[in-house]
């Protein structure tokens, strides 16, 4: 068994796109409430013009069942995530530097859903922030472009890890704070849907506001990691770390300009987050693209606190991407990415329907070899080396998420819906490449979680795209498993250690 016995085999979700009931039992609004309720200039926002309001109903009515799902879907872990705003009582107004209290309606509700997990023998991994922040601290100071929000979410972090912390072993901090940053300040796409393009928002500045937002995230992490270590992990035992968004970006072709274009996409999308958690820096491509100044800088003290702040590598992946040299798009660090290679041949095995993710299986084993270490590589594919003397994160990987929303899903008869081949070939490619990156190349990772559990309120797109392994019928509620479900369930079961009492 190439596995480690405690590796964690099973499947991801988040608030957000799941729960609905944004009032319900004191839950107050969180950015996404707020930005799918408003239109941007340019009309839609989603493209379906939906919201969160009822998503999966998780919250009100189908937590159970929904729980149930994993166990028969062989999972032995459940990556979910906890609302901010249900957990913290936001409804009393308070000023800038004052904590908030408890939400105690808010609190049981996930207390509700760990027991159950446990009962079950799953165990919990928790998102603490999946992009929803408060909207009362975005109305009280700006939200993440305020320094200040570092302790609001410490305290946040800490109800959580006294509240939950006896069955939670395994905390992650922040999901993809690229995407915060990038999509909610940048291009504006994501909430709190600020950008300097004014077509999208009538508010922010694209050029700066990212890079304060990273900086405050990274912060925040930080110090309820350390908030951890110090007050919880003695009695507690668990262990805490970041999930970062990272593609694996293949140069074009072989020239020393397409090698460093792989690099700074790298950077810009990645190392912008895990350079200072691993390293104590930020990447020196992102200071040779961006203007001075514009990085903010750490003081001695701080850095101390993000140096070294994560157990683990947290991964979300879905694709890969060639890359070369050009373009102005800091965000993606000046370069442009495609799937099409020099001799015309698609790079991936096959298409989604979203245009940025291709199924290419190969290249998640690369970027699991990348971010474990630089080092001559033992099998055929030749690593990411970019500048062979650079060390990577060296860190044990936790694969938080990876998935596919199979083409035209959304318009299909449940009856054929549920049949879903494209995304079990996915699967079949993705875990083959873990499997082998474990096996063949030695590279340490401690779980793999498929996104999603169900189809869920897919951000920007609505409900149009569909990642989950269970249909869900939105008129009706009911969830219907998909193969996929049962081909993980497969997966999972060849793979677990037969001792591993899971
Ligand atoms: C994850 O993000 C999220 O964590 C999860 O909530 C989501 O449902 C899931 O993926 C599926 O999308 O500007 O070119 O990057 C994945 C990363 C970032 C991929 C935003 C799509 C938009 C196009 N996503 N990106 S681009």
Redesign the pocket.
Known sequence: MPFPKDFLFGF?T?AY?IEGSPASEGRTPSVWDTFTHSPSPSGKRIADSSSGDTATDHYAKHWPSDLALLSSYGANAYRFSVSWSRIVDFSVPRAKGERDGRNEAGIKFYRGVLEELVRRGIKPAITLF??DSPQALEDRYGGWLDKEIVHDFVHFAKICFEEFGDLVKHWITL??P??YS??GYG?G??APGRSSDRTRSAVGDSSVEPYIVAHNLILGHAYAVKAYRELFAPAQNGTIGI?L?A?AFIPYDDTPESHAAAQRAFDA?TGWFADPIYKGHYPASLYTITPPGTLPTFTDAEIEVVRGSSDFFGL????SNLVRDGGSDL??GKTQ?TFIKPDGSELGLFKSH????QAYPDGFRQLLNYLWKVRPSPHRFRPFTYSPSRKTYNKTIYV??N?F?APKENDLPLAEAIHDSTRVAYFRGYTDAVLKAVEEDGVAVGSYFA??LLD??????GYL?R?GVTYVDYDTQKRHPKDSAWFLKEWFENNKHKDAGV
């Open positions: 991801a988040a796109q999946h992009w999901n993809e690229w995407c990038a999509l291009y796409v994501h999930t968004d593609i999308r979300n992946t879905y694709t965000f993606k990415t979203v245009d940025w993710l938080t998420e998935g929303p996104w999603s869920n309120f897919e951000w920007a797109d795209t990642f």
